[in-house]
């Protein structure tokens, strides 16, 4: 069966409008923390920039593969890994400063022509010309912000007092104070409930458009003042990494992009190539978990139905059944790790 004719997945598309069942809960670890902890000891793809999770689990599911899409070159650790590993390497950001600093970092295997370093948002795999014509054996999503990201209070990822509410991981035309101040009480008590797992999202949206009737949201002392005032003097750093990572994600509209991003990113693999996704938000990892099951079935047919009238052939299989999960030297190591979930699928040869 040609790639074309998969079967559409058809949870994916529909997560295009991002039904709440895919956004329902995030991670209950904080990812933006006020001041990460530091590692402890360096691992070889470390750097000061970022250090790489599940590097040998994300290696093994890629056993065998000769060229790779990253599509989240970050730091560029995991790119370092799969060049290290002889693989030829395309690596994808859609943050300016990342691809600089990954550039600088792996400027010897860009020079020999091991790895190419693209300006792009993986959801635009299928579109973006310098995709065009890339066929590779395995792509690899590291999703979510660096930590060179979270550490820079100019980038506006963190609720560090004083932070601009920036949040924007490109070039994105509207940042996280924009939003605040402009969008409708529905829409963002949708992002908090959807995005922050958050019982009282509807009161929290209504304390944001009261306070911005007076003051507009400039930085990260105004959201956390509304969320403090919406959920009490009780709420702490958790329910702020929480809430604030509702908004980067609506900011750069993280979820959408990866509904699209994945079965184009699947249509991109040759024959027995693998998709390995790494997940920090439960709602990106149900998303990707049904993506990889509904390719993993081989009939089509509604539920309901009687009897298989489609004929189909299952594009392919699953390689993890449950996610792989980082053990406890590595999250001792790196905390980033603590939530991270490793899946992977593998395209029938
Ligand atoms: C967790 S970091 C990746 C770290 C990387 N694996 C490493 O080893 O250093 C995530 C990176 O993906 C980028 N990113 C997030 N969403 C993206 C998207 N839709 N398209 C392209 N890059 C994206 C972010 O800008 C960030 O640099």
Redesign the pocket.
């Known amino acids: 069966m040609g790639i074309a004719a998969f079967p559409p997945c058809v949870r994916a598309a529909r997560a295009l409008g991002v039904p709440a069942r895919f956004a329902a809960a995030s991670d209950r670890v904080p990812s933006v923390h006020p001041s990460p902890p530091p590692a402890i000891i360096a691992a070889p793809?470390d750097?000061p920039?970022?250090a790489?999770v599940l590097v040998d689990a994300v290696l093994a599911t890629m056993a065998g593969a000769r060229s790779v899409l990253?599509?989240?070159?970050?730091?560029?650790?995991?790119?370092a890994a799969f060049a290290a590993a002889g693989m030829q390497v395309v690596a994808?950001?859609?943050?300016r400063e990342?691809l600089q600093a990954?550039g600088t970092r792996l400027a010897r295997e860009i020079a020999s022509g091991q790895l190419r370093l693209v300006h792009?948002?993986?959801?635009d795999v299928a579109t973006h010309p310098d995709l065009a014509t890339l066929v590779v054996d395995a792509v690899?999503l590291?999703?979510?912000?660096?930590s060179h990201?979270l550490d820079d209070d100019a980038r506006g990822f963190s609720f560090r007092t004083g932070a601009p509410l920036d949040m924007r991981?490109?070039d994105e035309a509207e940042d996280a104070a924009t939003l605040l101040n402009h969008a409708d009480q529905r829409t963002l008590a949708g992002w908090f409930r959807d995005y922050g797992d958050e019982p009282r999202a509807a009161r929290l949206a209504s304390e944001i458009v009261r306070r911005r009737a007076t003051v507009p949201f400039t930085t990260s002392d105004d959201l956390v003042k509304a969320i403090r005032g919406a959920l009490g003097p009780r709420t702490g750093p958790g329910d702020f990494a929480r809430l604030f990572q509702a908004m980067r994600i609506a900011v750069?509209d993280?979820l959408a992009?990866l509904a699209r991003?994945l079965p184009a990113l699947r249509d991109r693999l040759a024959p027995g190539g693998v998709l390995c996704v790494i997940t920090y938000h439960s709602g990106e990892d149900r998303l990707v978990k049904e993506c990889f099951r509904s390719w993993s079935t081989p009939c089509t047919c509604p539920p309901r139905a009687p009897f298989c009238t489609c004929g189909g052939v299952a594009p392919g299989s699953l390689v993890t059944r449950k996610p792989i999960v980082a053990d406890a030297d590595e999250v001792g190591r790196n905390p980033r790790a603590r939530s991270a979930k490793l899946r992977a699928w593998r395209r029938a040869a």
Not at 92 to 95: E, F, P, V
Not at 120 to 123: I, Q
Not at 142 to 146: F, I, K
């Open positions: 793809f750097s920039y970022h790489p990253d599509g989240t070159l970050g730091g560029g650790g995991h790119a994808l950001d859609r943050d990342a990954a792009a948002n993986y959801a690899l590291d999703l979510g912000v660096s990201q991981m490109g750069n993280e992009g991003a």
